[in-house]
């Protein structure tokens, strides 16, 4: 059992900033992949940023510069610092746990919605 727990999500201006957090509880291996997806309104949802447990990083073309994802792995919990926001990053922010145990893992947060709006 993994549980994933969100919090940071809200209302900001454009060019504001915010920060998401997602805490990981339960039976995680220590190797692990935690990532945030999004998923706006009539769109698919997308890979926005991706850590390891090792700290390799990658993100999407459209936050690079602007987003930095880091990880306590003490804690097992993964943030998402947001920079420079801009309306088209208005979307439910989901966190992610990969693991592979013999197969392949996911766990998922609740989502929470960020806008970003004047």
């Known amino acids: 059992q993994v549980q994933l727990v969100e919090s940071g999500g809200g209302l900001v201006q454009p060019g504001g900033s915010l920060r998401l957090s997602c805490a990981a509880s339960?039976?995680?291996?220590?190797?692990?992949?935690m990532s945030w997806y999004r998923q706006a309104p009539g769109k698919q949802r997308e890979l926005v940023a991706g850590?390891?447990?090792?700290?390799?990083?990658n993100y999407a073309d459209s936050v690079k510069g602007r987003f930095t994802i880091s990880r306590d792995n003490a804690k097992n919990t993964v943030y998402l610092q947001m920079n420079s926001l801009k309306p088209e990053d208005t979307a439910v922010y989901y966190c992610n746990l990969r693991m592979y145990l013999g197969s392949r893992y996911d766990y998922w947060g609740q989502g929470t919605q960020v806008t970003v709006s004047s």
């Open positions: 850590i390891t447990s090792a700290g390799s990083t």
């Open positions: 339960g039976h995680i291996f220590n190797i692990n992949d």
